[in-house]
């Protein structure tokens, strides 16, 4: 049995290709819902008519490159679970939209990115996924490894490196190297606030690079993201103003609705708000090792902080890698 912690993209990723390789998996997540940073939330008790509607609060969309996760996209796609949403965003300083820059093609999700990774979970064949399971400690004594006490013949760690490191108690012997490995990169917070309008008063846009602003740094039209053109915008925080206001995200609000009034030239104020807060939403520098396996115990590591990240699809390679190799190295010892 592996057990796998972190049901983001690269967790899944990884479980896919334990199954894969003939292994069981037990998935274990805190929240109540699989996705981690690939987050979707429903509109609830807003008031207004877009109660039940579903909005993408954490990445904003992906892009693909690689064959592996090409195949994976063009799957989502032939079911009609992902869509290509644009290739080109507008680009803005504080005073407000300047002009276009093309890009490679952004993929989006028509029921939120969220759903692509419950879409990942239902064709597991053999993980048991348990949600609600905040886990403490990853654990080594002799040979045996154990998860929260659960033993474990390998254990994945998909998740940024500060929480990795939570799980790791550096006066376990044995844990030193993992340790070592989830240190020296440094993971820059944001905000990210959605907005719900009585109607669409902006120009046409898909997203808008904020620059040089202290408040912004990205706004996603998500109507056009998810294709119903509904009039609700979703803002990431500038990283500074958000570390300053991680114990209290609610006070950036007034001027994040100023700055997009500013940068959007709005005609109207929001009628409903909410804020999300990531603390960890991305490492500012990413390994170019796809993951880490630990030389002498079956504890990995992976994440959107390998294989050149920090992306989406850098997080679905770093854990399909770890789940490879850390069957490879099962099989070598059985
Ligand atoms: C605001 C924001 C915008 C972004 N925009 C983009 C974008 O436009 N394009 C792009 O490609 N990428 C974007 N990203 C990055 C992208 O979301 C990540 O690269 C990717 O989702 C990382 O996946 P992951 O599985 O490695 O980690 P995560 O998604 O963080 O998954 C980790 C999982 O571990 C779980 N966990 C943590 N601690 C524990 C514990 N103790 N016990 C049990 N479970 C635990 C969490 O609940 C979570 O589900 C963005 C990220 C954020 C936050």
């Not at 274990?28 to 981690?36: N, T, V």
Request: proline share 5%; net charge negative; aromatic share 6%.
């Amino acid at each position: 049995m592996v057990i796998v912690i972190g049901g983001g993209i690269s967790g899944l990723a990884c479980a896919g290709e334990l199954n894969a390789r003939g292994l069981d998996v037990e998935l274990l997540d805190r929240g109540h819902k699989l996705g981690g940073r690939m987050a979707s939330r429903v509109i609830r008790d807003s008031g207004t008519d877009y109660d039940g509607r579903v909005v993408d609060i954490g990445a904003s969309y992906f892009t693909a490159s690689d064959e592996k996760f090409l195949t994976v996209v063009e799957d989502w796609k032939a079911r009609g679970l992902a869509r290509g949403w644009t290739d080109a965003f507008h680009l803005a300083s504080p005073q407000g939209v300047s002009g276009v820059r093309a890009g490679p093609m952004r993929y989006a999700a028509v029921g939120g990115l969220r759903s692509l990774l419950e879409d990942l979970a239902a064709r597991l064949p053999s993980t048991t996924i348990r949600h609600h399971h905040t886990v403490e400690s990853v654990s080594i004594t002799g040979d045996q490894l154990s998860v929260d006490g659960r033993p474990a013949d390998a254990v994945a760690i998909c998740m940024p490196d500060p929480q990795a490191r939570q799980l790791l108690n550096s006066e376990v012997p044995g844990l030193e190297a993992t340790i070592e490995a989830t240190s020296g990169v440094v993971w820059e917070p944001t905000l990210s606030v959605t907005a719900v309008f009585q109607s669409t008063c902006w120009i046409p846009f898909d997203g808008v690079f904020v620059n040089d602003d202290a408040v912004l740094t990205w706004i996603a039209n998500d109507g056009s993201r998810r294709g119903d053109g509904a009039p609700v915008l979703v803002a990431h925080v500038n990283p500074v103003l958000a570390a300053g206001h991680l114990a209290e995200p609610t006070a950036v609000i007034p001027s994040v609705l100023a700055a997009l009034k500013k940068i959007l030239a709005l005609s109207e104020q929001p009628i409903w708000v909410d804020i999300q807060r990531w603390t960890y939403a991305r490492p500012l520098l990413a390994r170019a090792d796809e993951c880490y396996l630990d030389d002498k115990t079956n504890i990995g590591v992976a994440s959107d902080a390998w294989a050149g990240g920090p992306r989406v699809e850098t997080a679905w390679l770093s854990g399909a890698a770890l789940g490879q190799r850390l069957a490879e190295r099962l099989a070598a010892s059985s």
